[in-house]
């Protein structure tokens, strides 16, 4: 949806230069759809719990990806040069919510995207502000299911946080790389020889100390229309570790005995305890798709916060696809998550989806999913933002429509 300018001559009149933008967009997606999900947890959000709630059934926000809605403008500077910005948050059709945490579980408005940025044809782009992470993008790029909120990459990526027993859900600030970053500065290059980089550093902001909580991001992805090859690597500190524990143990009873330990154990917010590497390959012929990934987390301190939590994950995965027709596509994909810290701990999932094309706009989709939790600290969950019981199996199956505009 396109906002005419002229239509505001009136107020330009009085603001001046402050709408002096030669693009300006609202946009945004709409994603809402039916959930039956066996054993549901009875724990405090993603801390692996084996309380179990047992079924339920719900209208659910994102199936494909989370509602949404936005504006981005962009500003021809001349010369090649334009200057851009990009405003969005969430917006939870099942209960109305608008907004969503940021990286310290602050509710913020503009909760996936606030930044402003200049672009270059020549030059690529840097953007400035809270951003979606390039290492999300460079996942789903290499993702027969595309990173979606049911069944891929993405939800594989939250069972390996909710595996490492700190990751609660409350903020987007992760054990294990991330979605989201604030404070971050992005630098996109342009495409050179099919191959699209990402640089990007966020900072911590905690003062006298340059190094804590900051996290730094590289990512690069091929693509030549058939082929598509990804490579990412984060790298965080302290990533305010020490507050989602003190919130972990808070919540269950016993604050002081953590912060004892955490001084004990020297956990800072400049320990390094946040890295996430991963490569990726995606391959089109016809209307048929593949897709394989390998996915290793590590927290380099070592330092276990919770007995039943985890320094050290592996994921595979593999993925295909079949456009049926123009309108309908089927896409699967298998996960499954090694815990290196607690041996013989894993999880594996398998998800099978099919879209219906109503239009250019609406998207009709069926998504089933089956996943197995072996081990304590294990609750993969197969539906986004919808914890599971450890140590549990767990099924799914979600109807839904989404509408872009």
Known sequence: MKLKITSLAAIAAVAGPAFAQSNLTLHGNL????????????????IPSPVNRGSDRMVKDGGLGASNWGLRGTEDLGGGLRALFQIQGNLALDTGVVGGPNSLGTTSMWNQTAAIGLAHNAWGTIRFGRQVSPTYWAMAATDARGGRYFGSALTALVGINSASGVFIGDNSNVAFGTVYNDNAILYTSPTWSRVTANLMYAMGETGGKTRANSQQAATAVYDDGHLKLSALFYNGYGNNLPAATALYTRQLGSAAAASAALTARGLTTETNTNRLSSVGALYTWDTFTVSASYMAARNPSKIQVVPVGSTSLDMWSVGAGWRISPFMN???????????????????????????????????????????NDGANMNLSPVYATPVAANQDVHALMAGLRHSF
Do not use: M, P, W
């Open 330 to 372: 089927l896409t699967s994909g298998y996960y499954r998550i090694d815990d290196n810290t607690n041996a013989g701990n894993k999880a594996t999932q398998f998800a099978l989806a099919i879209d219906y094309h109503l239009s250019k706009r609406t998207i009709a989709y069926v998504e089933g999913a089956t996943t197995t």
């Open 31 to 46: 994603d809402v759809g039916l959930l039956g999900i066996s054993n549901t947890s009875g724990g405090v959000g993603y």
